[in-house]
């Protein structure tokens, strides 16, 4: 299966818990994405990188919440002290840069957070 | 105000029937459109784009308005298959996308 896979596909924690998420994007996409969506609502952007780079992070990517892509190819998504407001399916996705208006991103299968 | 609006619907449909979802975006500045789908404790996965002069994708039409700022998506001869949600989504800047929440479709036998 060459699309993109996620890790693990579903999480339970207790409050105050850290959990760590893990993405592979599709192997030649050096664009990653990660989206958090809760029931009833379209996904909404979190964070992106290019490469190794994180070139944008949204508001709601509070600061306990960090995302690495260490070496431009798996990403980590880290949420410190859960809170149960954090439960949603934390979906990450991949594009190839250089395709203008069509460039396409593809979505892993995601993870979904219960906190407790 | 939402980057992206839609109906939330439900949709509920006979099979074979003609089915249209509207979208509008807020920000002109919006530079690409799509549909994507979503089935249920799925991920989403990108139906079509929808270009300026409108396109088609077999029983699937796209139109895009941008003076009106108002995007729309036709399916023609529903089958049960396309129950699903359908999210319209636009891309502004560097590459996030915005989703709307999705309107849902049901096709009834």
């Known amino acids: 299966d060459t699309g993109v896979s996620q890790n693990p596909r579903h999480k339970i924690t207790k409050r105050g818990q850290n959990v760590t998420f893990r993405c592979d994007p599709i192997?030649?996409?050096?664009?990653l994405y990660w989206y958090r969506q809760t029931l009833g609502q379209g996904p909404e952007f979190l964070t992106y990188?290019?490469?190794?780079?994180?070139?944008?992070k949204s508001r709601l990517l509070s600061d306990r919440f960090s995302a690495e892509r260490p070496k431009g190819s798996f990403s980590t998504l880290e949420i410190q002290r859960t809170e149960q407001g954090d439960s949603a399916m934390y979906l990450c996705?991949?594009?190839?840069?250089?395709?203008?208006?069509?460039?396409?991103?593809?979505f892993g299968p995601g993870t979904r957070l219960l906190v407790l | 105000r939402k980057e992206v609006e839609q109906d939330p619907g439900p949709f509920n449909v006979p099979e074979g029937a003609t089915v249209a979802f509207n979208c509008t975006y807020s920000?002109?500045?919006?530079?690409?459109f799509f549909w994507y789908r979503q089935d249920c404790r799925k991920e989403p996965k990108l139906l079509m784009s929808?270009?300026?002069s409108g396109n088609e994708d077999g029983r699937f039409t796209a139109q895009l308005n941008r003076a009106s700022q108002y995007i729309s998506l036709l399916i023609r001869d529903s089958k049960l298959s396309d129950s699903a949600t359908y999210l319209c989504?636009?891309?502004?800047?560097?590459?996030?996308?915005?989703f709307g929440t999705g309107t849902r479709l049901t096709v009834i036998p």
């Open positions: 929808v270009y300026s």
């Open positions: 989504v636009v891309r502004r800047g560097a590459n996030n996308l915005f």
């Open positions: 990188f290019q490469n190794e780079a994180q070139l944008e």
């Open positions: 192997s030649e996409h050096n664009r």
């Open positions: 996705a991949s594009s190839l840069e250089g395709q203008g208006v069509l460039e396409t991103q593809y």
């Open positions: 920000n002109s500045a919006s530079q690409s």
